[in-house]
């Protein structure tokens, strides 16, 4: 796995550090567009260049560092990486950001057969700006044979996704009654749509079923919510494979799960 993970060896052309636990704040700032400079501030001595959030959003509860080279990356990593860095009390949780060039050779990679597989050319975020939905495959270990399995583990997702909202929006050292939760808040809420399947399929058509059975789409209040879910759980707002770490994660098999965006359900229908 080429993920967050603190053995890797990073792709040495990264030059960006995911950071999270903004929301933690509980002034407010670090988590609006107005906390950038005082997060630059605090990765200066490291030698960065910027600080990134999802663009739609007006609250984030994490941010992309960027920096001039790989090393000062690997630097800040090195020293932040297992207490973290304390921005205005708060402490920030620093991991290597998903790189893109991971992604896409991941992405690009080729079938067992040995033909490169360019079907699923993927969307970034930037062309996904419409969209508020994520596209799920399931790990290639997990097979869904039936209609009833499908639904089930579609909505283990769903619950996670919104659960992971709260969670980000949830303030530090709230209690419960303090949370703002999906059933009270529609921004949160998050619907599944799974691929339509034939129950008079001939038998050659089983395999396909299979692997149609595998695969969804989440569906989102909105974009910056849709990107936030992403961004949590696989460390990166154009998505990939999910973080071996991924917070409240529901079942062990779902290591390797792929999130990526999708179009919006007007443009698939």
Request: aromatic residues 6%; glycine residues 8%; negative net charge.
């Amino acid at each position: 796995s080429n993920r967050n993970d603190d053995d890797d060896v990073p792709d040495p052309d990264n030059k960006s550090l995911f950071v999270h636990g903004l929301h933690k704040d509980v002034t407010g700032t670090l988590q609006s567009h107005q906390g950038n400079p005082v997060l630059l501030q605090a990765f200066q001595r490291y030698a960065a260049t910027q600080v990134r959030k999802p663009p739609n959003a007006p609250t984030s509860s994490f941010c992309f560092v960027d920096f001039s080279t790989h090393e000062q990356a690997r630097q800040c990593w090195t020293e932040c990486r297992g207490n973290g860095i304390t921005v205005q009390g708060v402490i920030l949780e620093v991991k290597w950001a998903s790189s893109g060039n991971n992604s896409r050779k991941r992405n690009n990679h080729d079938n067992e057969d040995g033909t490169a597989n360019k079907r699923h050319k993927r969307l970034t975020e930037a062309e996904a700006r419409d969209s508020s939905t994520i596209f799920f495959k399931l790990p290639p270990g997990q097979m869904v044979e039936t209609v009833a399995e499908q639904q089930a583990i579609g909505e283990v997702l769903r619950l996670w996704m919104e659960r992971t909202l709260e969670d980000a929006l949830a303030p530090e050292g709230g209690g419960e009654e303090d949370r703002v939760t999906a059933a009270d808040e529609p921004g949160l809420r998050v619907q599944i749509s799974l691929p339509e399947n034939d129950g008079n399929a001939k038998d050659s058509d089983q395999h396909q079923q299979q692997q149609q059975a595998n695969y969804g789409f989440l569906e989102f209040a909105s974009h910056a919510a849709a990107s936030m879910a992403l961004a949590t759980l696989t460390g990166s707002t154009d998505g990939g494979i999910l973080l071996p770490d991924a917070p409240q994660m529901p079942q062990k098999d779902l290591e390797g799960l792929r999130l990526h965006w999708g179009h919006g359900k007007k443009q698939r229908d």
